[in-house]
């Protein structure tokens, strides 16, 4: 176990730009690097944090988290970044604070019946999109026997889920902290993630419609499985940098992904003030 990172809570971001835009806000004690990415430990809004870029995909963020985990007792994991906006309501710059997740690309993909799909093997009862069904992860049953609870077990006594919550404790400091900032920071409802990039406005109509999505991202849902396996509380802010194929014209997101990741981790350095607050009260 790595001391230096005990008590602290981590902070997960994908990519070197949205990495960045924390950092700058960060009162850094020390940088590193672990499995070739940079890390930053130090102190944001007054709490002792680490902050890791994780690298873009689902593949990589579970990667970086369970590092992290590993090595250190973390008070909680928090993701950083932006993301494609899929609720109307929602435009560039808005912070998406989601109460649950999920890898929405967990599918069967079905084979073709007549002018239809034969799907055999479903647990969900959602619509399907052409020939991918949804369908629930399977988490190892030590996270049930932990008593962390799911939506049912499989054969194999593996949980079935498919809805990950972010923390109540969490969600109701990112509540309080919404107003000190000077973007619309939404809270609730509900994030997806998947591996593909999406900038097709027929598939983000579907994402809402059948999961009534906020937004989608390529890692939170995958943070918050292994926060989930390993019992740790976990949190996700996202900032609207496009709206997945629902913008006119081409996608913004080189134009608009400075901008959006910055307002997100202004909505941290918040969030992290208002925890740092909580822990000095109930010392």
Same mark, same amino acid.
């Given at each position: !176990? ?17 990495? *960045?835009?924390? $950092? ?8 590193? $690097?672990?499995?070739?990415?940079? &890390?930053?430990?130090?102190? +944001? ?7 890791? #870029?994780?690298?873009?995909? !689902? ?6 988290? &369970? ?19 899929v609720a109307p309501a929602l435009g560039p710059g808005d912070v998406v604070v989601p ?6 690309? #967990? ?16 647990? !969900? ?5 052409? !020939? ?26 593996? *949980? ?7 923390d109540p404790g969490l969600l109701a400091a990112a509540r309080r902290a919404a107003g ?6 939404? +809270? ?15 598939? $983000?109509?579907? +994402? ?39 913008? *006119?014209?081409?996608?913004?997101? #080189?134009? &608009? ?5 910055? +307002?997100?981790?202004?909505?941290? #350095?918040?969030?992290?003030? *208002?925890?740092?607050?909580? $822990?000095?009260?109930?010392?």
């Amino acid at each position: !176990m790595d001391p230096s990172l005990r008590g602290r809570v981590a902070i997960v971001a994908p990519c070197r730009l949205e990495a *960045e835009r924390l $950092r700058a806000r960060l009162h850094v004690e020390e940088a590193r $690097r672990h499995l070739g990415r940079p &890390q930053w430990l130090g102190a +944001l809004g007054g709490l002792p944090v680490v902050v890791t #870029e994780c690298g873009i995909s !689902m593949v990589n963020a579970a990667i970086a988290t &369970q590092a992290l985990l590993d090595r250190a007792q973390v008070e909680a994991v928090v993701v950083a970044g932006v993301a494609g906006g899929v609720a109307p309501a929602l435009g560039p710059g808005d912070v998406v604070v989601p109460a649950s997740w999920a890898s929405y690309q #967990e599918s069967h993909l079905a084979r073709r019946a007549g002018d239809g799909w034969a799907c055999d093997w479903s647990l !969900m009862d959602f619509t399907n999109f052409g !020939m991918m069904f949804p369908r629930p992860v399977f988490v190892a049953r030590a996270a049930v026997e932990d008593g962390q609870g799911g939506d049912g077990d499989d054969d194999d006594g593996d *949980e079935v889920r498919f809805w990950f919550e972010v923390d109540p404790g969490l969600l109701a400091a990112a509540r309080r902290a919404a107003g000190a900032g000077s973007c619309r920071v939404v +809270l609730g409802g509900r994030g997806v993630s998947g591996a593909p990039f999406v900038d097709n406005l027929e598939f $983000r109509d579907w +994402l809402g419609q059948c999961f009534r999505a906020e937004v989608l991202d390529q890692e939170t849902a995958a943070v918050a499985q292994t926060a989930h396996v390993n019992g740790v509380p976990f949190i996700a802010f996202r900032a609207v940098s496009d709206l997945a194929g629902g913008d *006119e014209g081409a996608n913004p997101i #080189e134009a &608009q992904a400075g901008g959006a990741a910055d +307002l997100a981790a202004a909505a941290i #350095e918040a969030f992290c003030r *208002e925890l740092a607050r909580a $822990r000095e009260a109930a010392a």
